[in-house]
């Protein structure tokens, strides 16, 4: 068996219609960054992204 180090991006941000914090997750930063951009669209509006490491395990064939 084999670990490999991989990035997914967690975005959390503020959800206005409900006024509640909420987290996504994306496997590429620019889909992250779209749909940051997408949740900030009220003057309350925010969001974070964060570049988490996640070890996969492969196991050789």
Known sequence: MENHT???FHVTY???DC???RSE???SLQDAER????????ED???VIDAVAVE???VAA
């Open 56 to 58: 996969q395990a492969r």
């Open 25 to 27: 997750s994306f496997e």
């Open 45 to 47: 509006s925010w969001a």
């Open 19 to 21: 006024g509640r914090i």
């Open 35 to 42: 749909f940051a951009s997408r949740s900030c669209a009220g």
């Open 14 to 16: 503020f959800d206005a």
């Open 6 to 8: 991989a990035h997914e």
